[in-house]
């Protein structure tokens, strides 16, 4: 975007939504782990 | 009375039956046998509504009105500055808020002062923690409080044509009515609306802007103007190097983790929620969220040259949207100023009625009928001298008055609350390091020349190390371990 802040917002946007998804994702499979035995 | 403003009054009194409607639901969850019924919502909100309401009060208007001025004026450096609110809010729900959930409701927290009373032993050091904690609350939250009013007051009056005064007494009186009613459910539910609200006037801008323009146009207009705006050379305004902006993300963090307003929530929600489901809502709403201030670059781009930078967004409106479209979204940055007014006079209300009371009598009467009535008397009365002290404010400095209750108060409050979820300390250290951070934080924003980020970090830092320190100095075998 020739821009380093703006570079920096998209990329660290794109890294809150993988970690909030990674996060759901890893949590649900522990749980299930756990629940399931 | 031309059409639109009559469409403006029509917004205006559709929201206000269905925050009326609202409180009156929510009032369903009061209980007068439990006071946690209207301090904690019952401990009854679920991911949806709990993170709406994580985000709608940390957004305040500061994101549509002040963010998009600083952005018009800094360039994209605020874009990135203020976007470090939404993976604050995230990370606090994800890594930090089910801890503190699971102890305050071992302990049977209704409020952070009551949580950090009881986590350091509760008795009468809790007591006098309980008293200290709810006193620099309710001192640095109504500061906060009024700069709310006034900001709300002023944007409604240019909104519906009627004076300054007028408008925060019927913007102020509508939140009064809701919170008394209905308590932090209803709080919590009016936010989840407001914030549907703000994010939907979030997608309406992004679409006019982006559809617009052509994007490597947008680009060459800004670097014609000044080649800072999008490749700023220093980290101005949030200091001289280009790394001082980051030093929102700890800021914003602490912001979410430890501010008695926003904390609570953690404690709200209902003990079978997931953080994993209210941190992918918060990611979602906060992403949405943080495109505002791009409004700044547009406006510096394509609209007219502003005398004042804060008027970006007000300009942007009346210039680049129909004017239906301009009272809705209006009504939006409105929700957005009240989402966070009303979570503040909540948690101040509560701090005086609940805290206060039973730090200053032990045998002071809670869980019945008169600690209600108390409760909600307290949202009155506190409502109606926010209004008072609003009238007496000066005109000017709203932001800097919001930032010096929400900077002090984190610093004051990062030991108790923070550490002291993983690191217990005693009350020797709690009381020190509430006093060291308000002090340090308080006067470093109003006697130098230190940043709005900087000030309270150093407060914070500050805090921190005294609690240990003071903990560690002062600890006896029966009153201090480690939880850890």
């Known amino acids: ?37 | 009375m031309e059409f639109y403003e009559i469409l403006n009054w029509g917004l205006m009194i559709a929201a206000v039956a269905v925050m009326i409607f609202i409180g009156a639901m929510a009032s369903r969850r009061v209980n007068d046998s439990d006071e946690g019924g209207f301090l904690l919502a019952g401990r009854t909100l679920g991911p949806f509504v709990g993170a709406s309401t994580i985000v709608a009060t940390g957004f305040s208007g500061w994101g549509f009105m002040g963010s998009p001025g600083v952005t018009y004026q800094y360039g994209a450096i605020e874009v990135l500055g203020n976007f470090f609110f939404a993976p604050a809010m995230m990370v606090a729900v994800l890594f930090f808020a089910s801890f503190m959930r699971k102890r305050a409701l071992k302990m049977n927290s209704n409020t952070i002062p009551e949580y950090i009373g009881q986590i350091h032993g509760g008795g009468d050091g809790g007591r006098l923690l309980q008293g200290v904690a709810a006193v620099i609350t309710i001192i640095l939250l109504m500061v906060f409080l009024v700069s709310q009013i006034k900001a709300v007051g002023l944007l409604g009056a240019s909104w519906l044509n009627i004076e300054m005064t007028t408008s925060a007494w019927l913007m102020i009186s509508v939140i009064i009515i809701y919170t008394m009613w209905g308590g932090l459910a209803a709080v919590a539910w009016t936010d989840t609306v407001m914030v549907c609200g703000m994010a939907l006037g979030a997608i309406v801008i992004m679409v006019q802007m982006f559809t617009s323009v052509d994007l490597t146009d947008w680009v060459a207009r800004l670097n014609a103007i000044d080649t800072n705006l999008l490749n700023p050379e220093t980290g101005a305004p949030y200091g001289s190097s280009k790394g001082s902006v980051y030093l929102v993300f700890p800021y914003a963090f602490l912001f979410a983790a430890v501010l008695p307003y926003m904390s609570v929530r953690f404690l709200a929600l209902r003990p079978d929620v997931k953080m994993r489901t209210v941190g992918i809502y918060v990611a979602i709403l906060g992403c949405l969220l943080s495109l505002i201030p791009i409004v700044g670059l547009y406006m510096r781009a394509y609209g007219p040259v502003l005398e004042q930078a804060d008027n970006a967004m007000p300009m942007y409106l009346s210039t680049f949207l129909h004017p239906g479209l301009q009272g809705l979204i209006t009504l939006f940055i409105i929700f957005a100023m009240k989402s966070t007014a009303n979570s503040m006079l909540h948690t101040v209300a509560s701090a005086t009625s609940h805290d206060l009371r039973l730090a200053l009598n032990k045998n002071a009467e809670h869980d019945s009928p008169r600690a209600l009535k108390i409760n909600r008397l307290a949202v009155l009365g506190l409502g109606l001298l926010g209004l008072v002290m609003m009238m007496y404010a000066p005109p000017f400095m709203l932001s800097w008055l919001g930032i010096l209750g929400s900077g002090t108060l984190l610093a004051a409050m990062i030991g108790p609350v923070f550490i002291s979820t993983f690191w217990q300390g005693n009350v020797a250290g709690a009381l020190t390091a509430m006093l060291v951070g308000f002090f340090t934080s308080g006067s470093l924003l109003m006697m130098t020349d230190l940043g709005w980020v900087e000030g309270p970090l150093i407060g914070a830092a500050a805090s921190s190390v005294v609690y240990v320190a003071v903990s560690l100095l002062t600890r006896s075998s029966k009153s201090a371990y480690s939880v850890a």
Do not use: E, H, P, Q
């Open chain 1, 1 to 37: 975007m020739n821009s380093w802040v703006l570079d920096m917002f998209v990329v660290l946007n794109g890294i809150m939504l993988v970690v909030a998804v990674g996060n759901y994702l890893i949590d649900s499979r522990k749980n299930n782990a756990t629940t399931g035995g």
